[in-house]
């Protein structure tokens, strides 16, 4: 069974500073990986979407890692703004799973002005 | 612009009183995908459609539905709701084409059962 993690579950930094939230999944049998953001009571919003050949993807301020071996994905936010305060989620699409995705809990990330 | 639409955006049921909830996209996705996201919690996905081949998850309970009559609308129906199935509801879709999969979410539908 595929379990996604992350930590933390919640960040607060101040305007301006670089920080990382980061995704675990257990089986690294994935097709891709993709980032979420979320404003309370909003849809999703996509971020950034990483195949599993690929070891990162970019853009604007973000950056996404993945490590499928060991089943790490980072999520780099440089020079936070109030305006990246939101919920950011993970979600891994499983590899012989057909369309199925299991989705992180989400990190609730607070940037102070 | 393209997108996912969700109607309503907040829906108000009493127990026991049939519901659906709507999505549309005009993306020309093949697979649509419904989820249902309770609150601090992750979405969790309760079928999708592939093309017109309808793929239930297995802990899905059967008081949940779908229908899609055609590529651009896709309807979740709920037949007995709970006061448990109060949650938010988002739609999803994404095209087939290679290993992208890439989902594109609608803005869910805010759904109280009193």
């Known amino acids: 069974k595929q379990e996604v993690t992350q930590i933390p579950a919640a960040l607060s930094v101040p305007e301006g500073e670089n920080l990382v939230l980061n995704c675990s999944f257990t089986?690294?049998?994935?097709?891709?990986l993709q980032w979420f953001r979320q404003d309370p009571g909003k849809g999703l919003t996509s971020l950034l979407l990483?195949?599993?050949?690929?070891r990162e993807q970019t853009s604007g301020r973000l950056n996404a890692s993945l490590d499928k071996s060991s089943g790490r994905s980072t999520l780099y936010i440089a020079a936070s703004q109030p305006g990246d305060s939101a919920t950011y989620l993970c979600?891994?699409?499983?590899?012989?799973?057909?369309?199925?995705?299991?989705f992180g809990p989400g990190t609730r990330l607070s940037v102070l002005p | 612009d393209a997108m996912v639409i969700q109607n309503p955006r907040y829906q108000v049921t009493q127990f026991g009183k049939p519901v659906t909830l709507s999505c549309s996209q005009t993306?020309?996705?093949?697979?649509m995908y419904w989820y249902q996201q309770k609150s601090s919690q992750a979405p969790k996905l309760l079928f999708h459609?592939?093309?017109?081949?309808?793929?239930n998850e297995a802990d899905t309970p059967d008081n949940f539905q779908s229908r899609r009559p055609n590529t651009s609308f896709c309807f979740l129906d709920i037949r007995s709701p709970g006061l448990g199935d109060a949650a938010m509801y988002l739609c999803?879709?994404?095209?087939?084409?290679?290993?992208?999969?890439?989902?594109?979410f609608g803005p869910g539908t805010r759904l109280t059962v009193t």
């Open positions: 999803a879709t994404s095209r087939h084409q290679g290993q992208s999969y890439e989902q594109y």
């Open positions: 089986d690294s049998a994935i097709y891709n």
């Open positions: 990483i195949q599993s050949s690929q």
């Open positions: 979600a891994v699409r499983r590899r012989n799973y057909g369309q199925n995705f299991v």
């Open positions: 993306l020309n996705h093949n697979v």
């Open positions: 459609y592939y093309d017109k081949d309808f793929n």
